[in-house]
């Protein structure tokens, strides 16, 4: 069974440049099955209900060599946003005219 490892992505809710850990979970064994009854999406494999946090990728890594896990590490994708602030909606050389 493959491990992959990754930084994932901030939320919504965060505004901060801060990463908080790197998880290590498992790949699906089966797919995914539609509940017959509720329709409702399940799965009997257990191991993708465990994610592990660690502080580094390293930590991540050591973990995986040391109980003989397959692995893949996913490099984190840079950031993208662009930062604006609010006092940009007002600027005179504003490239599209305000609508108010």
Do not use: C
């Not at 990754?6 to 089966?30: H, I, N, T």
């Not at 609010?86 to 050389?93: G, L, M, Q, T, V």
């Amino acid at each position: 069974m493959t491990a992959r490892i990754y930084l994932p992505a901030r939320s919504a809710m965060q505004s901060g440049q801060a990463k908080d850990s790197w998880v290590l979970e498992y790949e699906p064994e089966r797919p995914r099955e539609i509940e017959p009854l509720m329709g409702w999406t399940s799965s009997s494999d257990m191991k993708s209900q465990v994610a592990l946090k660690f502080d580094s990728k390293e930590q991540a890594i050591a973990y995986a060599e040391r109980n003989g896990i397959a692995y893949r590490v996913e490099a984190p994708r840079p950031e993208s946003r662009k930062i604006i602030s609010y006092s940009d909606n007002f600027r005179y050389n504003r490239l599209a005219p305000w609508s108010h």
